[in-house]
Antibody, heavy 124, light 108 residues
Framework: QVQLVQSGAEVKKPGASVKVSCKAS????????MHWVRQAPGQGLEWMGW????????NYAQRFQGRVTMTRDTSISTAYMELSRLRSDDAAVYYC?????????????????WGQGTLVTVSS | EIVLTQSPATLSLSPGERATLSCRAS??????LAWYQQKPGQAPRLLIY???NRATGIPARFSGSGSGTDFTLTISSLEPEDFAVYYC??????????FGQGTKVEIK
């Protein structure tokens, strides 16, 4: 069965960086785009960007441009999201989520499998 | 940026009742709309995509309808496990892909 398992909770100081991992199993990792979505405490959901695990290509939401970097390691079926210059309003649960459609088809931007989430706390 | 407005914010119903949730877009998103269910401490779960297509494994009591700017998620008969927060999401207009603020379905 498809599983996305994320790394554990992080506590960071303002201005620092955080890197969250997402290990995929149960399907061909390079066969589906991976998205990252975050959710601030008690708030709604915010799409951050995607990575093509096959090519390494990325596309980021404009508001995160210059601060976010999405990478992958195909040898261990793991995607990563690094967010730099953290601010207090970056405190959130960060999710990886698989795109609904295989890479050879059109990106759907719907998310059918999600990781369990990684809580990032930003505090001085 | 397309804004999705969900109503009501909270829906208080009893098991067995019908739930009707609304999502209105600030401009047309055609049929490019999804619905997700989220329970406390869990990740969202895809229910409906392209306005009316049920995702794999989703029970038939969940249905979606609408196009353009007005969409509805209907749960025909609420089961105890259906009490949760529901979000709509559009993938029509870039950037970015946006979510509604959620509707909480609570036990009356």
């Amino acid at each position: 069965q498809v599983q996305l398992v994320q790394s554990g909770a992080e506590v960071k100081k303002p201005g620092a960086s955080v890197k969250v991992s997402c290990k995929a199993s149960g399907y061909t990792f390079t066969g589906y785009y991976m998205h990252w979505v975050r959710q601030a405490p008690g708030q709604g959901l915010e799409w951050m960007g995607w990575i093509n695990p096959n090519s390494g290509g990325t596309n980021y939401a404009q508001r995160f441009q210059g601060r976010v970097t999405m990478t992958r390691d195909t040898s261990i079926s793991t995607a990563y999201m690094e967010l730099s210059r953290l601010r207090s309003d970056d405190a959130a649960v960060y999710y990886c989520a698989r795109d609904l459609s295989p890479i050879q088809e059109q990106l759907r931007y719907y998310f059918d499998y999600w990781g369990q989430g990684t809580l990032v706390t930003v505090s001085s | 940026e397309i804004v999705l407005t969900q109503s009501p914010a909270t829906l208080s119903l009893s098991p067995g009742e019908r739930a009707t949730l609304s999502c209105r877009a600030s401009q047309s998103v055609s049929s490019y709309l999804a619905w997700y269910q989220q329970k406390p401490g869990q990740a969202p779960r895809l229910l409906i995509y392209d306005a009316s297509n049920r995702a794999t494994g989703i029970p038939a009591r969940f249905s979606g309808s609408g196009s353009g700017t007005d969409f509805t998620l209907t749960i025909s008969s609420l089961e105890p496990e259906d009490f949760a927060v529901y979000y709509c999401q559009q993938r029509s207009s870039w950037p970015p892909w946006t979510f509604g603020q959620g509707t909480k379905v609570e036990i009356k």
